[in-house]
């Protein structure tokens, strides 16, 4: 396996261990509230 393939697979497999531990559904509703436009 070259070099590159080989980090490829072990940021693939970091950033699997982040999303696991990230509440998704808490980002989801949070967004519109900060992105929301002042009127």
Do not use: Y
Not at 2 to 22: F, H, P
């Amino acid at each position: 396996m070259s070099q590159e393939r080989l980090v490829g697979l072990a940021t693939m497999s970091i950033e699997r261990d982040l999303l696991q531990n990230i509440d998704i559904e808490n980002i989801m509703k949070d967004f519109p509230d900060k992105k929301a436009r002042k009127v």
